[in-house]
C-alpha cells in the first residue's frame, strides 16, 4: 500500500485531508477508514464524522463523535460537530 507506508496512519490523514479540501469526500473516506483503522483515536474518528457531517449524514457523524469523545472527552471538535448536527 503506497509504497510500504501502511503503517503510518498520519500520511494516510494527510491524504484524507488533500481529498477533503477538494471536496472529492468518497477518496477522503477511504484513506481516513485506512487511517483509523491503524490508529483508533480521537482525530481519527472526528476526521470520519467531519466527513460524515460535510456529505449530511447526521447519524453517522454522530456515531463516530461519539467514539472520538470515548476516546478523549473533552474533544472540542467532536463536541463542535455535536452542536452544529442539533440533534
Not at 503506497?2 to 498520519?10: A, E, N, R, T, W
Not at 460524515?52 to 449524514?57: D, F, K, L, P, R
Not at 457523524?61 to 478523549?72: I, Q, R, S, V
Request: net charge neutral.
Amino acid at each position: 500500500e503506497l509504497g510500504g507506508i501502511k503503517y503510518f496512519p498520519s500520511i494516510y490523514q494527510s491524504l484524507g485531508y488533500i481529498y477533503t479540501g477538494l471536496n472529492l469526500y468518497d477518496k477522503a473516506t477511504k484513506f481516513f477508514q485506512k487511517a483509523l483503522k491503524l490508529n483508533p483515536d480521537a482525530t481519527s474518528y472526528v476526521d470520519m464524522a467531519f466527513i460524515y457531517w460535510t456529505t449530511g449524514e447526521k447519524e453517522e457523524a454522530l456515531h463516530y463523535c461519539k467514539k472520538a469523545l470515548k476516546a478523549e472527552p473533552e474533544n472540542n471538535m467532536a463536541l463542535e460537530i455535536i452542536r452544529e448536527l442539533k440533534l
